[in-house]
């Protein structure tokens, strides 16, 4: 057995003091640390959080370790056979994915921050906490003795905790599971009401897929005073990031159902089908896979459908979610030049950022439409008997039960058993290639006996200047350039910002201003690289950014109506 102890003594610096003892067998061993978190398909470099790493023999003394590479150590092991290793790690950010040590808290998700030998990764963990007597602990470990157990380090990795003296916790049940509710800061929650809701969107996934992996489930909601929003999956649990905490229960209630329903519906997809490349994690190094468009697409999709079958959402609330699928679809050119598969396995290298303008998309927002668009033509093609729910729910049954990853053939066959017919133009023509989205939408639509529509927006600076900011202060500062528009015509830059117009300071009315002058020659000033510049708008009569929208169709189609009916069940 291996053995950890977390000491939360120095939290005032933020420094878990992390001690851990390994059995050696062998002349040389190697530590590793995780390069890589999953949920999060990109490179970490946690051990850069790393301090005063240590390594005792039996009888304590020490040993020479030498970096091997950027998270990992070699140690001479051969006239041992335990070393004890000791470090700081330094946990000052706290959010779904992280580590988090303040005087009232200590949040740990493993996979961050303990180290492992590959002689000792099938051994058990044994996990002591050395924390204030009165924090609670809120995990899916099991509680043993003066400690916590959990049967390897694939385990361990996936097994984040919070212990803290501010847990407040209600449970539910669900098809003979456990589900545990934890909130973790400010925050009053509505019991009766949330506990409705999620045994609701519970029972509902559980329906499709028949069981749950799992015999205890874990929801562990940071509750933050500040604007925040993030959700990371993990086998027996998930780690939700959440606020300001006024608003969890009021306006981002949504939000909380949201990815609430989504990480447990990861719980089936990726936490159990989970992509061939990523069988078993590699956590030394990237794990490439171009399927994020089924582990993050179709859960995207799924998640919020979820709250549509179980009554939580009205379809109204359902139809704004998918709206703004297509929204961020629609506004991102990036869809022109990199297909979602390629834009998944480059997550890796460009991470979760906007990254270069127009060079890729999201596999959240794709992913989520294709998806859509095929669960509705498998409800069409079997006559309302199946949709994409009973695709994953094979690929759970057929790869997961059987230990096996599943490639993209496997899940295109799976679709294509399921709705007996080919997909492999949908495969070639938009999960990797770029073909064009609109047609795909507005089919898929019609089906279910809706239209899709569209009108300029109504900032004036995105829907007759084509161009996009956020606030900053009094000024506005351009995040994206409709391609060829007036505003990039006029050569203006991504990271501009506009304190004037026509020699009006902006002081927030910037858009006003430039509806005001509709008629007239605009005239911008930014301030670029410390200069000020002014830029002039050429005159197109067009519009540029549209604003989407879904609406019902009118036509009394029986067999739409009845496609609908079955998808919303």
Not at 294 to 299: C, D, L
Not at 390 to 404: G, H, I, P, S, T
Request: hydrophobic share 35%.
């Amino acid at each position: 057995m291996t053995r950890f102890t977390f000491n939360a003594d120095n939290h005032s610096q933020q420094f878990v003091k992390i001690s851990v003892e390994f059995k050696t067998s062998r002349e040389e061993t190697i530590l590793q640390l995780p390069s890589w978190r999953p949920g999060r398909y990109e490179l970490a470099n946690f051990a850069k959080n790393i301090r005063d790493f240590k390594v005792l023999d039996a009888n304590d003394k020490q040993l020479s370790a030498s970096k091997q590479t950027k998270d990992s150590w070699k140690i001479d092991t051969s006239k041992t056979d335990l070393i004890t290793v000791t470090y700081s790690f330094y946990a000052n950010i706290l959010n779904a994915g992280s580590t988090y040590l303040d005087e009232n808290q200590l949040y740990v998700n493993p996979v961050n921050c303990c180290i492992y030998s590959e002689e000792s990764f099938s051994d058990e963990v044994f996990i002591e906490l050395e924390i204030p007597s009165f924090w609670d602990v809120a995990s899916s470990m099991e509680k043993i003795d003066s400690g916590y157990k959990v049967s390897n380090f694939d385990e361990l990795f996936d097994t984040p905790f919070i212990a803290s003296s501010q847990l407040q916790h209600e449970e539910y049940e669900s098809n003979g599971t456990k589900f545990h509710v934890w909130f973790n800061g400010e925050v009053k929650p509505e019991w009766e009401r949330l506990i409705k809701d999620f045994k609701a969107f519970t029972d509902a996934q559980i329906a499709r897929f028949t069981e749950f992996p799992t015999k205890e489930y874990h929801f562990l909601n940071h509750i933050l005073p500040y604007k925040a929003y993030h959700g990371v999956e993990h086998s027996k649990s998930t780690v939700i990031s959440l606020g300001p905490s006024y608003d969890v229960f009021g306006k981002l209630y949504k939000e909380l159902l949201g990815v609430s329903s989504h990480e447990l519906y990861h719980t089936w997809n990726v936490k159990a089908i989970r992509p061939i490349e990523m069988y078993p994690y590699d956590f030394t190094k990237e794990n490439y896979s171009k399927l994020g468009y089924i582990a993050e697409g179709v859960t995207t999709y799924q998640g919020d459908l979820f709250l549509l079958k179980s009554g939580v959402f009205s379809e109204k609330q359902y139809l704004n979610e998918l709206t703004a699928q297509f929204q961020k679809h629609f506004d991102n050119f990036g869809r022109f030049n990199y297909s979602v598969a390629e834009s998944s396995f480059d997550t890796w290298l460009d991470g979760y950022e906007v990254g270069a303008p127009g060079r890729k998309v999201s596999i959240y927002t794709e992913g989520c439409i294709l998806a859509f668009s095929i669960d509705v033509r498998i409800r069409v093609a079997t006559d309302q008997k199946y949709g994409i729910d009973e695709v994953m729910k094979r690929l759970y049954f057929n790869f997961a039960q059987e230990d096996k990853g599943v490639s993209e053939k496997d899940y295109q066959k799976m679709i294509e058993v399921v709705a007996e017919e080919s997909f492999q133009s949908f495969f070639d023509d938009y999960y990797n290639g770029t073909r064009a989205y609109e047609g795909l939408i507005i089919d898929t639509l019609e089906l279910l006996g809706y239209d899709l529509h569209h009108e300029p927006s109504k900032k004036y600076a995105e829907g007759r200047l084509g161009f996009k900011t956020v606030s900053k202060g009094g000024n506005e500062v351009i995040t994206a350039l409709y391609p060829s528009g007036p505003a990039d015509l006029a050569r203006l830059m991504k990271g501009d910002e506009i304190i004037a117009v026509n020699d009006f300071a902006c002081q927030g009315a910037m858009d006003k201003w430039l509806n005001y002058f509709d008629d007239d020659v605009k005239t911008v000033t930014v301030l670029r690289g410390g200069k000020f510049l002014n830029f002039t708008f050429p005159e197109v009569m067009r519009n540029f950014y549209m604003t989407y929208s879904i609406v019902e169709n009118k036509k009394d189609i029986k067999v739409q109506k009845r496609t609908r009916l079955a998808w919303k069940r």
